[in-house]
């Protein structure tokens, strides 16, 4: 009778020893596949890394591409800005020139006009005079 107890003790510790292993099988297959899994999420995590980083180089580019377009504007906006108010000045000097030059053609047809005037008077006064001299040479 002890021998069927032993057997019995025997037959289910083979048993337990043979679920251990199949356990034992499962939990090797899923740490193969959970080491398979942090590859992969590490190999992705690399690569987020690298993108990440080319991502803040690229990021650095066009903020500095942006601060230089900025300062560019600043500079147009001071050239503009002096441009127009040179155009400003500009235009009230022609303007004033030409209201200069209407008075000088005003003042240039009255000189012409005085000379004319003057060009007749001492036409006359030199007939007078030459009436005069050829009266005293008599």
Known sequence: C???GTKQNCQKAQ??????????DQILKEKSALDKLLQSQTQLCAQAKQQHLRISERNDQLEQLLQNAQDKAVQNKVV???LIR?????LQSIS???SSLKEEKAQHQKLQTEKASLN????LIESDFKKEM???AK
């Not at 040179?86 to 500009?90: C, D, P, S």
């Not at 007749?120 to 036409?123: A, N, Q, W």
């Open 2 to 4: 002890e021998l069927k």
């Open 86 to 90: 040179e155009k400003a000045e500009l």
């Open 120 to 123: 007749s008077i001492i036409t």
């Open 15 to 24: 048993h337990g020893l043979h679920n251990l292993q199949a356990q034992y």
């Open 96 to 98: 004033d020139l030409r």
């Open 80 to 82: 503009v800005d002096t």
């Open 134 to 136: 050829a009266n005293n």
